[in-house]
């Protein structure tokens, strides 16, 4: 069984596990923009020291949310999706996070640093034993796989298959270290074409959304907004973001625009009005309308009425 969340993905907001305040406040609606999930952290974002705390901090605010505690939840209609990123499969302590947070309440997990889809075998006895002992049906417990170096990227299309994996994730970060590529972006950050492009073409293969990098420097709003851009143009459906100051960007940007919409809608009627007619060819502002094009308008609207739902 492949797991579907069919709800808008277009922010996933790190918060570190061990900073109780910070996860209350995101899981509670409490930020001025609500990211679509809330990946509580369990690996880059918290100490060595910290990760045992951690885990008590997310079991305790997952436990919270889930009798209904969170403080602005059942005001709004669009609450977080809730993920924990774990340490990478083949640590023993990933077999500890999961332990500690798959319980009601959770959504999914987030896998760092796949390179094989065996490692997501070797996870799916471990998140099927967390489910019963936690009383959850089985499945319940989704996956989103994060591709973070070459490796990663020659197997994405196999990782993308991997049970229980609803998405992929691109790590750009630690791709770029993995390759020996500069800290900094330049320019079109032609560098990162291809393993973007191969991450996206591997989701969508399996039938399944791709989220983007991170962009570091969160004062950077331009930046941001570029590369944002960029990454909703090669396909991706959202993008991961480091900061609460992000997330206005990044759903702008991975949300239909009033002109995308008001096309899109043109393009549907202007095609059914034409099959209603009998007509063997339909056209609109003297472009012929093929079945491509009608489809992509129609998922513009599906993606309008879904985030139109969750605001």
Known sequence: MRPRVDVPMRS????????????A??????????????????????PPAEKE?????????????????ASKERENDHRPLRFARIRPALFEDAALDLAAVVRPGLDGVVVPKVRRAEELELLEGAIADCEREAGLEPHTVNVIASVESAAGVLEAPRIARGPRVIALMFGSEDFAADLGLPAAREGEAEEMLFARSAVVVAAVAAGIPAFDGIWADFRDEAGLRKDAMRGRRLGFSGRQ????????IVH????P???????????????EDG???GLGAVALDGAM???PIVERARRVLRDAERIGRAR
């Open 12 to 23: 996933l907001l790190y918060t570190p596990g061990h900073r109780a305040e910070m996860v």
């Open 25 to 46: 406040k995101v899981l509670g609606g409490r930020l001025d923009v609500s990211p679509d999930v809330a990946l509580l952290d369990l690996e880059d974002g918290v």
């Open 53 to 69: 705390n951690a885990r008590r901090e997310i079991a305790a605010a997952l436990a919270a949310a889930d009798r209904g505690l």
């Open 241 to 248: 973001c480091i900061h609460p100051a992000q997330l206005r």
């Open 252 to 255: 702008e940007v991975f949300s």
């Open 257 to 271: 625009s009033a002109d995308e919409i008001a096309r899109a809608k043109r393009i549907v009627e202007a095609f």
């Open 275 to 277: 099959i209603k007619r």
């Open 289 to 291: 309308l093929d079945a």
